[in-house]
């Protein structure tokens, strides 16, 4: 896994077993994530600038203040996908990769962003029974990876039917 990925993971859930109450001292927590304490030391102050407070009393974590809700929620929302699905993703995407040569890359980045824009986009699709190819404008509303395959949901422009 990325280094930044990895150093998001650990942040977060180091994060939410303080807030949780455990007990945790900076060098229980390198010891178990085999990063030094410096690292740590880095991953407090990272959380600091997300406006948590964030500090270790008598050699332990302890949070000072209820963290902003909001901000709580952001870090729940990235670090879900992050660390429930990196490593689905990653197998799938190297099979991609290795049929597609570096096609993959801007289809996949620029369908998530056309996602999270609502932006509409334009594509060939080729029907399996007949292989005619068609050409669609789509609102894309979500991608999802299946086994080996990828799967855009979204609207045919002009239709509500999810397709």
Do not use: C
């Not at 900076?26 to 997300?50: F, G, P, W």
């Not at 952001?74 to 799938?92: C, E, G, H, R, W």
């Not at 369908?111 to 932006?119: F, G, P």
């Not at 045919?156 to 397709?163: A, C, N, P, R, W």
């Amino acid at each position: 896994m990325k280094e930044y990925i990895s150093d998001f993971i650990r942040r977060a859930e180091v994060l939410a077993r303080v807030y949780n109450g455990e007990m945790l001292s900076k060098s229980d927590i390198a010891d178990e994530y085999k990063v030094a304490e410096i690292t740590i030391n880095r991953d407090i102050s990272e959380l600091r600038k997300y406006g948590i407070q964030i500090y270790s009393k008598k050699g332990k974590l302890v949070i000072l203040e209820e963290p902003e809700v909001v901000v709580l929620q952001k870090i729940t929302a990235d670090y879900l996908p992050v660390s429930m699905n990196s490593n689905i993703f990653f197998k799938q995407i190297k099979l991609l990769s290795k049929a597609n040569n570096h096609n993959y890359f801007p289809v996949l980045i620029l369908l998530a962003k056309a996602i999270n824009e609502k932006s509409i986009v334009e594509f060939k699709y080729q029907r399996l029974s007949d292989n005619l190819i068609n050409d669609y404008k789509v609102i894309p509303l979500q991608l999802l990876s299946n086994e080996f395959n990828w799967i855009l949901h979204g609207n045919k422009l002009g239709e509500d039917i999810l397709k």
